[in-house]
Every structure is written in C-alpha cells, then in structure tokens.
C-alpha cells in the first residue's frame, strides 16, 4: 500500500496538483485527519508493510450521517477526488461516496484477493510468499518426525491464499469454504498417505472454512486411534501481513497508484483499477462493492489431483 500511495504522490504532484495523505482510513476523513505529502515525505516508505498513513475499521462510515461528514470533510479541505487503497471493505466505502457525488477511483489491495476486477491485487504474492516459506519449514520438521501438520492461513470466507499455497507447497489436502469435508475421510487420506511411504502429511486450511484448522485439531485429537499418528497445528494468522513487499508487489502497487492519478487527470471516476490479464483495467464501483471473487474451479480441481 505504501508503494501505490508513494506513486500517487509523486505522480500527482508531477502534473502540479497539492496532494493531502488521509490518516486511519475513512475514521480519518471523516474527522479531518489529513496532512500535505511531498516528494520526500513518501521517500523510503516502498519497502514498508502495511500502510505509513494507517488505517481503521469505521463503523460510522456505514451510515448515511457518517458518509455525509466524510463529504463535509472534502469539502472544507477542497478536496476534488479521492484515490482509496483497499478491499471490499473500502470500495465498498469508495461506492458509497462516489453515489452521493465524490469522484473517486479505487486500487484493489488485499490479500484475500477476493476482489472483482482484479486477477492479483496488492499484497497476494507476499502473502502468498510468507505462507510457503513457513509451509516448507514445517514439511522439513514433518518428515523427520512423521507427523502431520495443519496449517491454517488468512483469507477469510475466500480460500485463495489456502488454494495456492495448498498447491505450491505441495500439500496432502486442502480445506476450503464453502466446500463438504468429512474429517474421518481426511484422517484415512492422510494415513494412507504413510502408508505409500510419504513422511509426512500437510494440510492447509482456510481460516474461513467451516472446519477450520482448530476444530480439525479438536476432532483429530478426540478421535486419535483413527488417525494413528501425532497431528500438529500451526496457525500463521497475521504473521502474513507483516511482511516487507516483494518485487511483483512494490511493481504492482506502484503501476497501480500512477495509473489512478492518470485517469483521474483524463477525468475518469467511480472505478476500481486492478491487473486483469497483465495490464491495468478499470471496474466500476457499481460492479465491485459488496461482491466477491469466488475461486477459479480449475485451481481447485488441480489442488485435489496434485494432492493424491
């Protein structure tokens, strides 16, 4: 997030305009909470997780009173557009604004890459990167132990980052939301798993799921003499948020925070930018706000063949 603001800045103030950083998200708009960014004050901010302005969850921002003072806000700082750098949570914000007259142009980050318009959004491959080191650790541990591993990963209801670090990492299953499990059907695949000779089984888990990774452990450990090997549980939460961000995501947060100052120099508004195909493509608000991406079924059905 901080490379798309550092390249919105510097990209804003290229075509002459003043540009003012919003502090904790729309908490911020609302009160005020703003301050003029230049040339130096986004310097050496690129490599940074997470975002140097900071961000909130508001709830006021769900009310019309609320959007209303967010108005107001722009208004008296004579505001003329809004770049806002986030998920479904903010564009959906971003669509509410935009339909009470504010023009603004979002840019999809986040890291459940549960967004519509956007192939990749900004913080996936890092994420997806921190998972994987930490899946191959644990793979190292699990084969000289013998032991299975249940690794739970963020991603809320979406499954993405489960999906594809199920199938990097090479995982022995993959447990996904909003798809059956039956837990003595994953306990025998695991078995037999030893039985053909693996030394080691590794399960990734979508912390959305229905059984996620803790009430897996529950049930395992409930029902041991069925699985018949010592099972551990590994919960990366937001360790994988935390990371620096790799090359593809600096790249893409700052193609992304160019090319929303462009469009709205070209008069452009009440979009989403993300990556569709490799190039920068434009979604309305309309088309994104309150939607989700659901996971493409052929990584699915390639996860359940890999893992056989």
């Known amino acids: 997030m901080n490379a798309a603001v550092r390249a919105a800045v510097r990209m804003g103030l290229s075509h002459g305009w003043d540009m003012l950083g919003v502090r904790r998200g729309y908490a911020g708009l609302i009160a005020g909470n703003m301050t003029s960014l230049g040339y130096r004050d986004v310097g050496g901010i690129i490599q940074q997780g997470g975002t140097f302005l900071g961000s909130s969850r508001c709830p006021e921002m769900k009310t019309e009173v609320g959007r209303g003072k967010a108005i107001d806000s722009m208004s008296c700082r004579s505001i003329d557009a809004l770049i806002i750098v986030g998920g479904n949570g903010s564009q959906t914000g971003a669509h509410a604004l935009s339909e009470m007259g504010a023009p603004i142009i979002g840019i999809g980050s986040t890291i459940d890459n549960d967004l ?64 059956p499990l039956d837990p003595d059907r994953l306990a025998s695949h695991l078995h037999s798993c030893y039985e053909r000779g693996k030394r080691h089984a590794l399960v990734v888990v979508a912390e959305g799921a229905k059984w996620n990774a803790g009430r897996l452990a529950s049930h395992f450990k409930k029902h041991h003499s069925r699985l018949g090997f010592d099972l551990r549980l590994t919960i990366l939460g937001h360790v994988q948020r935390g990371g620096s961000p790799d090359s593809f995501d600096r790249l893409l947060a700052s193609r992304l925070g160019a090319a929303a100052v462009e469009r709205l120099a070209a008069g452009s508004e009440g979009v989403v930018l993300g990556l569709l195909g490799g190039r920068i493509a434009a979604t309305p608000l309309s088309d994104v706000a309150g939607r989700v991406k659901p996971l493409d079924p052929e990584l699915i059905e390639l996860a359940e063949v890999l893992a056989k």
């Open 116 to 179: 519509i318009g956007a192939d990749m959004t900004i913080g996936v491959d890092t994420a997806l990167n921190i998972a994987l080191e930490a899946i191959d650790r644990l793979k190292v541990t699990a084969s000289s132990h013998h032991r299975a591993f249940l690794v739970e990963v963020m991603g809320r209801e979406c499954g993405y980052l489960a999906l594809i670090a199920g199938i990097t990492g090479g995982a022995e299953a993959v447990v996904l939301p909003g798809r």
